[in-house]
């Protein structure tokens, strides 16, 4: 895929907050999106994805949102829960190979 | 559900040794990557093979190959290690679905040493 970049490095958020991880791509012609979440230590896991015939998606707290118009798409976490500080990484397409910089969630009492 | 495998977890070797990594795609997934990933850095995509064939290669030494077998699981071999190849080494699964992949399955990775 073309590049994709994260927003912000790092985000903190208190604990039952709603977090928003931001992501912009460069190809107008990406039609398909993942985002992972890295907890340390361990491997990418697979979240959510999202079509682009979709702007929205939902998944169990989570939320996928892509603007098209723009090039941007959104990952909201409703209620962060101290889990889910870890890397996020968005990639547009499968064949998406290089993760690039991720946005480190940091969730705080 | 099953996961993808790496063994092993971890791996201590000296300078100039040799180490072999192995993964075990989940059932069914017939394309695999190989990613590095260094202390605080981002999973580096190193090489993928699909149906035993290699697809893409990213940054992967020369001092580094892999391939695929007929039972899909996947072999890395590093030769003459050096300081900087200690790293975690986490290998990831898909299915291609009319040819195209989708997400990635990660497996938990094997953390090399290398002394």
């Known amino acids: 895929g073309e590049s994709v970049g994260l927003h912000l490095p790092t985000l903190s958020v208190q604990e039952g907050d709603n977090s928003i991880i931001n992501c912009a791509y460069s190809?107008?012609?990406?039609?398909?999106f993942i985002w992972y979440k890295q907890e340390s230590g361990k491997g990418p896991q697979f979240i959510i994805d999202?079509?682009?015939?979709?702007d929205k998606r939902q998944g169990q707290r989570v939320t996928v949102l892509l603007n098209k118009t723009v090039k941007h798409l959104s990952l909201q976490i409703a209620a962060t829960q101290p889990g889910d500080s870890a890397v996020y990484f968005c990639?547009?397409?499968?064949?998406?190979?290089?993760f690039g910089k991720g946005t480190s969630l940091l969730v705080t009492p | 559900a099953a996961g993808v495998i790496q063994s092993p977890r971890h791996l201590i070797k000296e300078k100039r040794e040799t180490a072999t990594l192995k993964c075990y795609p989940i059932?069914?997934?017939?394309?695999v990557y190989w990613y590095q990933q260094g202390p605080g850095q981002d999973p580096q995509f190193l090489i993928s093979?699909?149906?035993?064939?290699?697809?893409d290669k990213g940054s992967i030494p020369d001092r580094f190959s892999a391939q695929q077998f007929s039972d899909y699981h996947s072999e890395l071999n590093m030769s003459s290690l050096e300081l900087g190849d200690s790293a975690l080494y986490f290998c990831?699964?898909?299915?291609?679905?009319?040819?195209?992949?989708?997400?990635?399955?990660f497996g938990p990775g094997t953390r090399l040493t290398v002394t």
């Open positions: 059932p069914r997934h017939d394309t």
């Open positions: 190809n107008s012609a990406s039609d398909y």
């Open positions: 990831a699964s898909t299915t291609r679905v009319a040819g195209r992949p989708y997400e990635q399955y």
């Open positions: 999202i079509r682009s015939n979709m």
């Open positions: 990639l547009d397409s499968g064949y998406a190979l290089n």
């Open positions: 093979f699909y149906e035993k064939m290699q697809s």
